[in-house]
């Protein structure tokens, strides 16, 4: 089959980038991305693409590109589902916050919707992908619902799951490391699944698409995330030993990196991972773990998220101790909120936590970030519900310069490892700081003897 019409149901951090480029190299192919979230859908179709729900380098020009040609952004999802032959689910599934597996599985019920939409809208025969990430076995609900709800006709469900990282997401699509179909074994099957392999072969070779049975497909997802988080959590617990000891982590991660055996990359000691997939990830393969009695497996990976929460934790009682045990009053300076470099999303960022803390011990935070607005921070911050809304609003405000986000403050904070921090002019801001002038350097992104040379009290992860 040839594919001329896609649907791509949730246009968030993977729905939109995701189909721009696949507009973009498939010009034959009309790409419709919709989603429920009307506000959302107006940004992605706000003229001035500066104003694009999803802050990534180079997608504005990619969506400029393609936008009213042969990819749309539309709330209309029955219309896009039925005149698609493919349709990609791309929806949100966060860990569930409710009932049975809360706090720790994750939460089916907008793939489920999906699922339900498309039975009831379909009049012919179409191929279900699943881009977002889910639970092994999956599929095999998705096929169910379709098929005992359905209209009569035939469902092929394939998992395509998404590898791309956020502020990396252009080049990792036009890129990618591999593409990964996983489908069913059966003639048809393999037919569905040739048919989104002509999709990519447009612009990826055809040996980095590589194609595995659904179950496979699945859980390799889950496997990615699990193995790059616990690199993270691994560094982190040896940046812990390497300040008891004098030893570095930077120069430990280097010696370690040049083993060709380990690798250099994801080895960058940090206040700790955030963002909207490992925690998630993970948590839903200790849970799926556990309900196959494998109690081992899922306390080997449980233990990434303890020393990941220990290593936020780890980072703002540094800060309280060092300020003579009290942060009351004092305000801090928070440079960064994203959860890394380069994008406006703030799910799961360690910032908040490490606000969360201070926040307890009464400090009044500033924040400056080049890419989050201030009710994004309150917003994370009420989500906790450490305490009431108006509390956080009073000791957390933001700040559009960071020289006003710095001044007269008691310490900084690094948060996030955005590039222009390290082109401040340091000296200005140690001027206006109160003295001793402290700098927490989450990151390890600044210069230790430049900062000390100009009289900073400057702390890293790990050294
Ligand atoms: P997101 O929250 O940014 O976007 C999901 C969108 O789906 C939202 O805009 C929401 O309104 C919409 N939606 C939910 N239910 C809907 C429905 N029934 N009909 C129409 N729209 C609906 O999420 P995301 O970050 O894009 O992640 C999506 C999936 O991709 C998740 O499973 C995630 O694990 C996976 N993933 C994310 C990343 C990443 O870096 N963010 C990378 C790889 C995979
Ligand atoms: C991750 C996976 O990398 C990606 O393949 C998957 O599709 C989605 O989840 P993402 O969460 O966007 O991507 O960002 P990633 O670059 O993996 O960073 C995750 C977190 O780990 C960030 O907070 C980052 O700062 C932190 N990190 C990463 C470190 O602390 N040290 C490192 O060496 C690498």
Not at 119 to 138: C, F, G, H, N, W
Not at 164 to 183: K, Q
Not at 212 to 231: G, M
């Amino acid at each position: 089959m040839k594919i001329t019409n896609i649907c791509c149901i949730g246009a968030g951090y993977v729905g939109g980038p995701t189909m721009a480029v696949i507009a973009q190299k498939c010009p034959h192919i009309k790409v419709t991305v919709v989603d429920l979230n009307t506000d959302r859908i107006e940004k992605w179709n706000d003229e001035n693409v500066d104003n694009i729900p999803v802050y990534e380098p180079g997608l504005g020009e990619i969506v400029k590109h393609s936008r009213g040609k042969n990819l749309f952004f539309s709330t209309e999802v029955d219309k896009a589902i039925d005149e698609a032959q493919l349709i990609f689910i791309s929806v949100n599934t966060p860990t569930k916050t409710y009932g049975s597996g809360k706090g720790m599985a994750a939460d089916l019920k907008y793939i489920e919707l999906c699922a339900r939409q498309i039975a009831r809208v379909s009049k012919d025969d179409k191929i279900v992908v699943e881009k977002s990430t889910l639970p092994v076995r999956t599929a095999e609900a998705i096929k169910n619902i379709l098929d005992h709800t359905g209209n009569g006709v035939q469902f092929q469900i394939l998992s395509n799951p998404e590898f791309l990282a956020e502020g990396t997401a252009v080049e990792d699509l036009l890129a990618p490391d591999r593409v990964l179909i996983g489908g069913d074994t059966t003639p048809e099957g393999q037919k569905a699944i040739q048919a989104l392999v002509d999709v990519y072969a447009n612009w990826v070779p055809k040996d980095r698409i590589l194609t595995t049975n659904v179950w496979s497909s699945e859980l390799s997802k889950l496997t990615a995330n699990a193995f790059l988080a616990q690199r993270v959590s691994s560094i982190n617990a040896m940046s812990e030993l390497c300040e008891k000891t004098g030893a570095d982590v930077t120069e430990v991660a280097r010696a370690i990196g040049m083993d060709s055996r380990i690798g250099s990359k994801f080895l960058k000691s940090s206040v700790g991972f955030g963002g909207s997939c490992f925690q998630k990830d993970i948590l839903n393969l200790v849970y799926i773990s556990k309900s196959f009695g494998l109690h081992e497996v899922a306390d080997y990976w449980e233990q990434v998220i303890i020393m990941n929460d220990h290593q936020k934790r780890r980072f703002s009682k540094k800060i309280v101790s060092t300020l003579y045990n009290t942060v009351a009053d004092k305000k801090i300076t928070f440079l960064g909120w994203a959860f890394k470099k380069d994008t406006n999303d703030t799910r799961e960022s360690a910032a908040i936590y490490v606000a969360d803390d201070l926040i307890n011990e009464q400090a009044n935070i500033a924040v400056f970030d080049p890419k989050v607005a201030y009710n994004q921070v309150i917003a994370d911050l009420n989500y906790l519900e450490s305490r009431a809304p108006h509390k956080n609003e009073a000791l957390v405000k933001s700040f559009s310069d960071p020289y006003e986000a710095c001044k007269d403050s008691h310490a900084i904070a690094i948060l996030t490892e955005w590039d222009e921090f390290k082109d401040y002019d340091w000296k200005k801001i140690y001027d206006n700081m109160l003295k001793p002038a402290f700098v927490f350097d989450g990151r390890n992104l600044l210069d230790r003897e430049k900062l000390t040379s100009i009289g900073f009290h400057y702390q890293a992860i790990g050294s």
